[in-house]
């Protein structure tokens, strides 16, 4: 059995009678150096303590050698804690958990803030995947669990002014639960470029105004490839391959060939969960997205770079959906490549510009066993028409 139990940084914890009983009657103790450094002065005189440390596979061990285990975690174990990998690893042994005030609810506490419509976000050793989602999205209170080094307030607030996210003041709260060092403190988002906080801290980001997520973003708002028009995707062409793509339940993009990068950026706002993976073999491709990306605020795009065609792709997640900008002359290539990477279901979408372009497309598809579907013709202004096709797999 694990007995879980939630503390917070007070260096004099105040523990619910059934906890100080579990302590009193257990002599095998678990956490991390400041859990025990606080946790220290109630334990039993004869006991043995197991440190929480890298690689984890070794704690999961020493647990095993034990029936029963004493774990002491940050605030509430089951709030991305502690209590969570016990129940992924290791789902055979029971578990009853103790909870203390997770940090985000005490900041709120702190401002006598109502926090039932805080979104929350951990950045604690996690990529930024969720947390541009949420600023994407847009809501009015975003909650997030920081960690030292890499997702620190300063880094947080660099990110949001990079990509136009000015719209918020940042509340961050210092060793909370620490009677002596506890501080909690508002900015805005340039202040805190120029500050250091103490660790371990959490914040609380406000919106100070909403920003407008458009529906269809006019071309003649990205920069382009080398100033040419055509090099880039049509607004009711990007839209309608969007709509053809049903990316709603995807969960992973890929964008072949993005030149400007819009067909990404417009999905990525559209669908701020999807993770977007886009392909460009020119060399301007680089800037062009760094500078639309930033202009229309769509972070964790990743961009790569080279012939896809010759790329080696294992190192991406697999694609749900897949739109093809460009080929290169090399359209088999890509949809065998592509087509034996994705799930049954999955859609591969192509702008046809041509006569040849739409029998390159036809006959990958043929070759590779993908079930073609009905295209949609379109003419937007004094352009050549556009066939928007779409395959999906078996």
Known sequence: MFYVIGIDDNREQHLAPSVLEIIERHRVFSGGARHYEIIKPYLPSEHEWIPIIVPLSKVMDAYREHEDVVVFASGDPLFFGFANTLLREMPERGIKVYPFFNSLQLLAHRLLMPYQDMHIVSLTGRPWDKFDEALITGYEKIGVLTDKNVHTPRTIAQRMLHYGYD????????LLGNSECEQVSTHTLQEVLD?????????????????VRRLGLPESEFYLLNGRAKMITKMPIRLLSLAMLDLREAKTFWDIGFCTGSVSIEAKLQFPHLQVISFERREEGNSLMEQNTQRFGTPGIVAVYGDFADLDVSAYPTPD?????????????IVRKVSALMPSGAPIVFNSVSEESRRLFESAVKECGLLMQPGIRLE??????IEVMKAIKN
Request: aromatic share 12%; no cysteine.
């Open 167 to 174: 719209n918020y003041t940042m509340t961050v709260g210092e």
């Open 380 to 385: 937007v202004d004094e352009h050549n028409p």
């Open 195 to 211: 500050k250091e906080f103490a660790y371990p801290n959490n914040l609380i980001l406000h919106r100070t105004y909403k920003k």
């Open 321 to 333: 959906a897949v739109f093809i900008g460009g080929h290169g002359g090399r359209m088999s290539e």
